[in-house]
Every structure is written in C-alpha cells, then in structure tokens.
C-alpha cells in the first residue's frame, strides 16, 4: 500500500513540476550568459573583468535578469579568442564585439 | 551289395525315422547345434539438439551500454558520455526493463552538465541481430555554473527510439551490440517554454547484453 502512495505522489510532484506549477528550472537566458561566460574565462588572460557578470535569473516573482542578453551571449560564445580579444570583449563583455546586441 | 527294394527300403526307413520323430528345428543327430547371436539392432541414429531459449518463458534481461552523446539544450550543442544499466526480462521476441542511466559533459564552450535518468524500455526484436527500443525518460539535468561554481538543475522527461545491432551473439540471446538512438526531452526551464527546453538527443555506444 505505501509502495502506491509513494508512486502516486511522485507521479504528482513530477507532474506539477513539469506542468510548470513551479518556479524550479533552468533559465534560457542564463544558461546561455553562463556558457559565454566560460568561452570568455577560457579565452581572455585577465577573467577579473568577467567574473563579475551577473547572469543569474531570478526565480519566483523577481524579476532580475543576467546581464548578458541570449544575442550577445550567443555571438560572444560564437566568437574566437583572438576576435574577442582584439574587440575589447575580454575587458568589457557587455560593450565589445557583441555590445550592441 | 544290395540289390531290388533293399536300398531304397533302407533309405527310407533312414528318412522316415528322421522326419517322424524330430523336428524340423532341431539338428539331426550327430550334428551340434551352434546358436547363432543375432545383433541387437543398431540405436536410433543420434540427433543433436541445441538447448533453445523458451520463446515463451521470459528470463533475466541485464544489459549494459557506455558511449557518447550529442544533445542540444538551451541553444547550445553540448558533448558527453554516457552509460546505462538496464534491468528486466526478455524473452525472444519482446522485452521490458527499467533503464538507469548516467550522462555527463560540456558544452562546446566548456560549461560541465550532468543528467541521471530512469525509466521505462521496450524492446522488440525485429530480426536475428537487430532489435528496436522505445523508451521514457525521467530524470534530472544539472549544469554548473560558470559564475559562482554552484549547480542549477531541473526536472526533465522524454522519449527515445533506440536501434541495437549484435555483433557477437551468445547462445543465451545475448551479445556484444552497437546501438544508435534518437531522443527528445523537455527540459524544465524558467520561461515555462516547450521549444526552449527541447533537448534533442543522438547516441551511438556500444552495449553488452547478457
């Protein structure tokens, strides 16, 4: 009997969770920003300018966002060293290579 | 010398004396009988049976895959390893098993996830060496963060469609196989959005059936 009870209140957290009943999950944008973030601490010899990007998302009813939208996340993690280097983006991710995005 | 019926009365008496009082299977007088052994009739020519799986009894099913995964999540191409232990019971043509599965790796930028799964396999055998699996899956998908090293995670559910082609086989059923799978699953995301937390799944790995 608690073998049942046990599957059945799986089965409905499960649900409620993927039913999108909660907050819990992963946010496009942010993983998108945490992805150029690590191409960027791969590329750039001084991460001092990149460790303080905020890219988290909020949960609940906040309403923060990360700091690096998907475009610009997108096309720094697109990019190559080199051209992330000589853009500036290694000292100022937001306003580089992919800043107008 | 006899001469007239003598002879013939002689022989005769001779003949009726041995047709009249012995049988027909019994030696005439003087001679010994030698029995005569008769071979006993050769044995049924053998016929060599192979030990055959019951069709109709099920038994253990344990199989084990390890291989390489490409997965789309987030927008992102992502690259890893995989490795599944299925537990169940098969018989020849049909099988059921729980499916437990670990996947680990990065993107192509480097950002390390991970994603244990479990669920539910059916698998038919459409030939000699190729059998067809569709499966679900449930699980979790974690990544870390490249920001603060913390981990974010998130509940996933799926499908998949795996083909099996044996390249050894044992007497058993069993066998060394090259399995190939397609699979989607939906990732559970902060915007609630279907097509952002698509996660489309290819695996090629080698497996071991026992």
Known sequence: ?101 | MMRGWTPLFAVAMTLGVGVGTGRADEPPPGMIEVPTVTPPPPPPAATVVAPTRDDHHGILHVAVDVGGVYRTAFGSDLVGVLAELELGARNERFGVAARFGGEVGATVAGLKYEMPTLGPVFSFRVSLRLRLAVAATFGVFMYQRATTNTAEAAVTAGLNGTVTCDLVRTRRGGGLYLLGRLGWSYIDNLEDDLGAGSSVQLVTALGYRY
Request: hydrophobic share 35%; net charge negative; charged share 20%.
């Open chain 1, 1 to 101: 009997m608690w073998k049942r009870r046990l599957l059945a209140l799986g089965a409905a957290v499960l649900s409620l969770t993927l039913l999108g009943g909660t907050d819990w999950g992963i946010g496009n944008s942010e993983f998108a920003c945490e992805d150029a973030v690590q191409h960027l601490l791969d590329c750039c010899p001084d991460d001092r300018s990149i460790r303080i990007i905020n890219c988290y998302q909020a949960r609940y009813c906040g309403s923060e966002k990360p700091e690096l939208s998907v475009a610009q996340s997108q096309c720094l993690r697109n990019a190559d060293c080199d051209a992330l280097y000589e853009s500036g983006a290694c000292d100022n991710p937001q306003h580089g290579r992919c800043g107008g995005l």
